[in-house]
């Protein structure tokens, strides 16, 4: 079982940041593309944002120019950095990893996000 540890969620106002990570084996980090999904109260999972091994990114159409997804080889760690948050934003954000080509296969466990207006 591949384990991902998330952290950085938390309160902030609307137009604030905050900083998502999510830690991986070195093993699991070197072959597998990984993102994040957020789930919002009565809402479905939708995928945020995602980072394949060679740095290639992709984006919500909801989230473009206010995250960014960034791999840090050296710490094994994605990160996903909010700026501009809005009420919107608020969800559950789930980390997760896949290998090429394939679904998701193992997810964090999950840090929730609010922001007040």
Known sequence: QVQLVESGGGL???GGS???SCAASASVFSINAM??????TGKQRELVAAITVAGTTNYADSVKGRFTISRDRAKNTVYLQMN???????AIYYCYSNLPGLPPSSWGQGTQVTVSA
Request: proline fraction near 5%.
């Open 84 to 90: 501009s948050l809005k009420p919107e934003d608020t």
């Open 12 to 14: 902030v106002q609307a």
């Open 18 to 20: 905050l900083r998502l």
């Open 35 to 40: 993102g994040w999904y957020r789930q919002a």
